[in-house]
């Protein structure tokens, strides 16, 4: 098992998924790392909901739908190559789950705290599949914001979605994604002097 850094480190955003994906063990270890995030309140935001491959054209067909709806309350065109990559869309990995913010509004912890929270479980969940050996692609893009897929999901108006997750494994020989370059050291941090200065030294120990 590769350690938390090197985890950190190997994640990439894969753009070509094969089978296979998790069983359902990795499945609950993905997850259960992304219910150990940082959570203020214990307000538990995250919900995930996985759409398996049986009902994943029914799902990409509610996706379509909502590109044309949103098309037509444009006012503009329906582009059919478009429509046909927004209905494949979730099906371009062996298992597709979206992370959607359940926000708790009946407690003091603000929305955007709970939404930072979730962000976090799903950085953990990435973290976990690609220790696993698995690859990940996090998405978003119109469809995460519209009524008809979130309704589709059965979310709310103050619910989101944060991410459609796409999970399996990058083929043999795909074309690796080059490696962040390094932050230079002036980047990573500022450390606070006074409110007029933010110095880019250590500081120097006590
Ligand atoms: C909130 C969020 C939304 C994203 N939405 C998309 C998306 O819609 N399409 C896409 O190709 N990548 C999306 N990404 C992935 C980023 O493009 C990707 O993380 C970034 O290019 C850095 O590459 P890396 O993940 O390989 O380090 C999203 C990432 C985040 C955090």
Request: proline share 11%; net charge neutral; glycine share 6%.
């Amino acid at each position: 098992m590769p350690t938390t850094l090197e985890t950190i480190a190997r994640r990439r955003s894969a753009t070509h998924l094969i089978h296979p994906g998790p069983d359902e063990p990795q499945l609950r270890q993905i997850l259960d790392a992304a219910h150990q995030a940082p959570d203020h309140g214990r307000c538990q935001p995250w919900s995930f909901i996985l759409v398996p491959q049986a009902n994943i054209a029914a799902f990409g067909d509610i996706v379509a739908e909502a590109y044309v709806r949103r098309c037509h309350q444009a006012g503009t065109p329906v582009d059919p190559e478009r429509l046909a990559r927004e209905r494949a869309k979730p099906s371009r990995a062996p298992m597709f789950l979206v992370a959607a913010c359940q926000p708790r509004l009946d407690l003091l912890i603000p929305a955007h705290e709970q939404f930072a929270s979730v962000a976090a479980a799903v950085q953990n969940l990435l973290l976990a599949a690609t220790a696993l050996g698995f690859g990940s692609k996090w998405t978003t893009g119109p469809s995460a914001t519209d009524p008809l897929v979130k309704r589709a999901l059965g979310l709310d108006e103050h619910q989101s979605i944060v991410g459609f997750i796409h999970l399996g494994t990058v083929p043999d020989g795909a074309p690796k994604r080059p490696p962040r370059r390094t932050t230079p050291p002036s980047m990573l941090v500022r450390y606070w002097v006074d409110e007029n200065r933010l110095s880019e030294e250590f500081p120097a120990a006590e």
